[in-house]
Nanobody, 119 residues
């Protein structure tokens, strides 16, 4: 059984910073891409950042230059460093990992962590 557990969300003032973490546990044989998504009330879930197994990254235009995604393969963990936060960054943030258990590759999601940015 694979489990993804997120941490690091909370309430912060505009201009502040937060660091999210997402650790995967279980019978994991390999991990490919690791993603952070977010969903604000009334909005669709959107991809915020992606880091591939080779280390290449992609960011949503709205967070470029402010957010940094990184990974620690030894710990099966992905991070999202969020700086210069804005009220419009308020959302539930979810991690997703594409990983292999045995011969099967699947997407696995975390439970979500709330980020609230006050103006």
């Amino acid at each position: 059984q694979v489990q993804l557990v997120e941490s690091g969300g909370g309430l912060v003032q505009a201009g502040g910073s937060l660091r999210l973490s997402c650790a995967a546990s279980g019978s994991i044989d390999s991990i490919g891409a690791m993603d952070w998504y977010r969903q604000a009330p009334g909005n669709q879930r959107e991809l915020v950042a992606r880091i591939r197994s080779g280390g290449s990254t992609n960011y949503a235009d709205s967070v470029k230059g402010r957010f940094t995604i990184s990974r620690d393969n030894a710990k099966n963990t992905v991070y999202l460093e969020m700086n210069s936060l804005k009220p419009e960054d308020t959302a539930v943030y979810y991690c997703k990992m594409y990983l292999r258990v045995g011969v099967q590759w699947d997407d696995y999601w975390g439970q979500g962590t709330q980020v609230t940015v006050s103006s």
